[in-house]
């Protein structure tokens, strides 16, 4: 790859400068939505200062990588390459939004990486948060396309990449109706690392430069981790009954969920139910909607046993997906009935568990295009089918083998996302001399 950093000086598009005066402006009530949202556990009181751009934290020697992923998804996708480079000497500062991201770094981070809350997008706190941490490399990952971000970055001369990079065909769109904003905010990137070639193309045609194709980063995800001696004791307790896991539902998917399952309980008098919610604090309004239902519940976070007498185990803790896939012969992968774009298939098709999705996967179309074309998932368009599909897959065991391993097959194929994108990155940060960073320019009108 053939770059350097040095953007072109460029007029801002006046709708970036009114989003930045927005921003700006509203600033004030983001004390406001932080206060709300710690009341639903959606942030940590303590660690308010970091959504504004401040740490407590010193800035480590060395070069500093900085590395901003969503959620729980995106961080589990970049981790491998987290461990690569703080093993290669670098230190590497993750931010995420989600709590339980942040959670997930707390258990998962390699010596050398830490943790921090992205600040809210406006100018002030990211222009704090850049002069304090003044990273030799900063790399967004997938679609994370922040505007008063990008905007703060083309005025430093740090390398700016987009990681693990997609953009569906609606985005693109989307952005093409603002062509003057996009092509300046697209700009601001010094290279973009595409999931895949059609990705790429995507970001060509919204001016992106120095495109490179290494893959999905997803399908280099480990083995997922698995406490072996729970394992044992969770199937000890299960005994022979049959079973199946709803994975990473979200709320509108547990009453399909709990409607399939009473369906289900027709024909499997004593079928378990394991649902893992994509986020362990809604876990009393599952309790609750379980009751109602006159299902008894076990929860996992209560070490609850599973008796005979037990409807639903409820998977309520971090870093256990292991362990309920493994558990389950059949799952229903979440985030597919709704409108928040499915997750990852590959830590479920590494475990053996044979998948069940909804329509609704945006985050992933194109990863979950080979799985149903090839027969490695099922794609059910009707919650009201769900029912039908896992009590065909919990009948034919022969049928589950070989839906899984045509999974990990693709899986398979899919590895060396890491090694390239490793590659890559190598080229990158030789440019980054001695980790110092010269001065902002001076701030441009808004």
Known sequence: MNWSVGRMAEKRPLLLSLYRAAAQGVSPLFHVLFALRSRSSKEIPARKAERFGTSGRSRPGGTLIWMHAASVGETMSILPLIEVLTGEGHNVLLTTVTVTASELADKRLPDGAFHQFVPYDAPEPFRTFLDHWSPDLAMVVESEIWPCLFDEMKSREIPFVLLNGRLSD??????????????????????????????????????????EVPGNLKFDAPEPVLDETALSVLKSQIGDRAIWLAALTHPGEDEIVFEAHDRLRQEYPDLLLVLVPRHPARAPEIAQAAGERGLNLAARSSADPVDPGTDVFLGDTLGEMGLFYRLAPV?????????????????????????????????????????????????????????????????????VRAQTE????????????????????KDVLSRTGNGQRAEPEDEKST
Request: a positive charge; hydrophobic letters at 45%.
């Open 406 to 425: 045509t999974a990990r097959s693709l899986v398979e194929e899919g590895r060396g996302a890491l090694a390239k994108t490793q590659a890559l990155l």
């Open 170 to 211: 609606g985005s693109r769109r989307n952005w093409s109706r603002i062509p003057e904003t996009s092509r300046y905010i697209f700009g601001c990137l010094d290279a973009v690392f595409a999931q895949s070639r059609a990705d790429a193309d995507r970001f060509l045609s919204m001016g992106c430069k120095n495109v």
């Open 331 to 399: 799952t229903f992968l979440g985030g597919s009935f709704v409108d928040v774009g499915g997750h990852n298939p590959v830590e479920a098709a590494l475990a053996g568990s044979a998948l069940i999705t909804g329509p609704k996967v945006a985050n992933a179309r194109g990863v979950y295009k080979d799985f149903w074309n090839r027969g490695a998932a099922i794609r059910v368009g009707d919650p009201a089918d769900l029912a039908a599909e896992v009590g065909a897959l919990l009948k034919d065991a022969a049928r």
